[in-house]
């Protein structure tokens, strides 16, 4: 079912005529003239059932006898087949947030995850009669469409290659967005948005993955440490001996290079023993 306009006149006129016909109405029964007083009743019912307001952002889907005549999207007063029914239709943008879905992600960590969908109906005709409530529709296709996007990703790549719930989420929200799009364009309705609004892991496994997050970055700054320390050290020996101040064999390079190594990474200030001399 697709929409399409239906036939509509301006309504003041058919107001006009409306009022025409009820004061001719009044007229006829004072002048004793019944057949012609009830044609004008009548026709004045009939012209007053014809009478349809539509608001702004709305559309009116027009039925007549079980028939789909087309739908009236322009705001203001009109005259529509007499005797119709016309059903509302909201065009403005809604919004719908999820609930808190508890989910498998693709590593089968249990992680609880919920969504903001922004839409908005483009076709009234299909909203009314390809699905029986188009807003319940959406909220089921909603979290079905979120559910298969969480089992499709970790929640967390730890540093690896790919994308993440946690470290990629416009690339998330953009499938999301895509995904949802296909699956509400049979209600007629436009998914202009649709983005993560809690990501986390589930309670049962919080505290063991919050360990691993700490460990995975004391492990990264150890690195970074160790890479510098080690940097430090072969700049230090390089300069001693181009500068010529003092020349080591290979045992007091490694002594050197591990007291340096030491002081350097230790994570307390390291306390220096000052050699200065024997005694004897």
């Known amino acids: 079912m697709k929409e399409r306009e239906v036939w509509k006149i301006n309504g003041f006129l058919a107001l006009l005529a409306a009022l025409l016909s009820t004061g001719a109405m009044i007229y006829f029964i004072f002048q004793l003239n019944i057949p012609l007083a009830i044609l004008s009743l009548l026709l004045a019912i009939i012209i007053f059932s014809s009478i349809t307001i539509v608001q702004p952002n709305q ?12 739908s009236m999207r322009e705001n203001g007063l009109w005259m529509t087949v007499p005797f119709s029914v016309r059903s509302k239709v909201s065009l403005r943008v809604s919004n719908f947030n999820s609930k808190t879905l508890k989910v498998n992600d693709v590593e089968g960590n249990p992680v609880e995850i919920a969504a903001v969908v922004v839409f908005r109906v483009v076709d009234s005709a299909s909203a009314i009669f390809d699905v029986s409530n188009y807003e319940q529709f959406v909220e089921i296709q909603s979290e079905t469409a979120l559910r298969h996007v969480a089992t499709k990703y970790p929640y967390d790549n730890y540093g690896e290659e790919g994308f993440s719930l946690r470290g990629n989420a416009e690339e998330v929200a953009a499938e999301l967005t895509r995904e949802l799009q296909e699956r509400l364009a049979l209600a007629g309705v436009e998914v202009m ?5 809690h990501l986390a892991y589930a309670t049962e496994i919080a505290s063991a993955m919050l360990q691993r997050q700490q460990a995975s970055a004391i492990l990264a700054a150890r690195q ?28 007091r390079k490694v002594s ?25």
Request: net charge negative.
């Open 224 to 251: 970074i440490i160790v890479d510098g320390a080690v940097g430090m050290v072969q700049m230090a020996l390089i300069r001693l001996e181009e500068d010529g101040i003092l020349e080591l064999d290979q045992e």
């Open 256 to 280: 050197m290079i591990n007291n340096l190594l030491v002081a350097i990474i230790s994570e307390r200030g390291a306390q220096p023993i000052i050699n200065t001399g024997s005694i004897y």
């Open 193 to 197: 948005e649709a983005r993560l609004t």
């Open 59 to 70: 559309a009116r889907v027009i039925t007549f006898f079980g028939r789909y005549l087309g």
